[in-house]
């Protein structure tokens, strides 16, 4: 069985940046690959990056390339991502999950919110 927690989120301004950590109690990191996904109020859950980690290939999708990284940790169990630029339409709860997801493995998440 495999705990995720999801930190890191906040209130921030346009234009300012977060980090968010997860740390994983179990490890996913024997997956094909892991990601951040991101479900902002009436919409579904989507992906916004993932990590390959044979190799630590990584994809973003074309909202955030540029702008977020993610990264991992293996010898921590964690696996990070960096958001700068936030922009108002990055407001969103922010989960860490397996790739593809695996339903059981989904957190609490961490909200995130940029606003002036």
């Known amino acids: 069985q495999v705990q995720l927690v999801e930190s890191g989120g906040g209130l921030v301004q346009p234009g300012g940046s977060l980090r968010l950590s997860c740390t994983a109690f179990g490890s996913i990191f024997n997956f094909r690959g892991t990601a951040w996904y991101r479900q902002a109020p009436g919409k579904q859950r989507d992906l916004v990056a993932q990590i390959a980690n044979d190799d630590g290939r990584t994809f973003y999708v074309d909202s955030v390339k540029g702008r977020f990284t993610i990264s991992r940790d293996t010898a921590r169990n964690t696996l990070y991502l960096q958001m700068d630029s936030l922009k108002p339409e990055d407001t969103a709860v922010y989960y860490c999950?397996?790739?593809?997801?695996?339903?059981?493995?989904w957190g609490q998440g961490t909200q995130v919110t940029v606003s002036s």
């Open positions: 999950n397996a790739l593809p997801p695996i339903t059981p493995y």
